[in-house]
């Protein structure tokens, strides 16, 4: 049994504080109204335990085979599916529909225009 969880980085877009316990640093813990449940009702930490399952790594290796630029940019190598309504505001997580390929920059820049909106 390992002796301590190991760090990965707060959920909340662009933060990337290290976390060991929980999804989001102390700065990001919210009163459970924006971040804690998605649309639906869903507990947010169950969707994000969706990422780790195969059918996730199958879907994410087949959008980034599809289009191995950046949708946005059209530059940069992607390496990001991000999707196009938020999981947490009912878009669905496992729907190739709702998934474009963007590098980091411009996934980084999309989730900011989210959070200003």
Not at 15 to 39: L, N
Not at 70 to 82: G, S, Y
Request: aromatic share 6%; hydrophobic share 25%.
């Amino acid at each position: 049994m390992t002796p301590y969880l190991p760090a990965r980085p707060c959920a909340h877009p662009g933060c990337g504080k290290a976390v060991r316990v929980g999804v989001y640093c102390q700065r990001h813990q919210h009163d459970g109204t924006k971040y804690t449940h998605t649309a639906d009702g869903r507990d947010r930490d169950h969707v994000r335990r969706l990422y780790g399952t195969s059918e996730w790594r199958l879907l994410r290796a087949r959008v980034l085979r599809e289009c191995p630029t950046c949708e946005d940019c059209h530059k940069k190598e992607a390496r990001t599916p991000h999707h196009i309504v938020p999981v947490a505001s009912g878009g669905g997580l496992f729907d190739r529909a709702n998934l474009v390929a963007l590098c980091e920059s411009c996934h980084q820049l999309r989730h900011k225009q989210l959070d200003n909106v």
